[in-house]
């Protein structure tokens, strides 16, 4: 079975960091661009930050750029989503999904996206 788990969700101050992770079974996660997304009460799904099959190419929302990096270590099967200086309105259930463009990546085209994981809380509160 092909799934794609995230992990490292949870409460944190603001100002504060956590890092995400996403794994993949079932399949070579190395062949597949990841990205993830967001989605808070109310609010659409949105793109956060993506990164390439070769890693080559990352991308990040506005509101995340110079806080969030994304990266991949291929050999564990698993990608990385390091949050820093986390604020109250980072507050969402993140989740990551892959497809298998082998070049570039995407954050707003979630169609292109063939397998998601289920999502992890992440809540910044003081």
């Known amino acids: 079975q092909l799934q794609l788990v995230e992990s490292g969700g949870g409460l944190v101050q603001p100002g504060g960091s956590l890092r995400l992770s996403c794994a993949a079974s079932?399949?070579?996660?190395?062949?597949?661009?990841i990205g993830w997304f967001r989605q808070a009460p109310g609010k659409e799904r949105e793109g956060v930050s993506c990164?390439?099959?070769?890693?080559?190419?990352?991308k990040h929302v506005d509101s995340v750029k110079g806080r969030f990096t994304i990266s991949r270590d291929n050999a564990k099967k698993t990608v990385y989503l390091q949050m820093n200086s986390l604020k109250p309105e980072d507050t969402a259930v993140y989740y990551c999904?892959?497809?298998?463009?082998?070049?570039?990546?995407?954050?707003?085209?979630?169609?292109?996206?063939?397998?998601w994981g289920q999502g992890t809380q992440v809540t910044v509160s003081s």
């Open positions: 990164i390439s099959v070769s890693g080559g190419t990352t």
């Open positions: 999904a892959a497809n298998g463009y082998p070049i570039g990546c995407f954050l707003s085209a979630t169609s292109v996206y063939d397998y």
């Open positions: 079932g399949f070579t996660l190395d062949r597949y661009a």
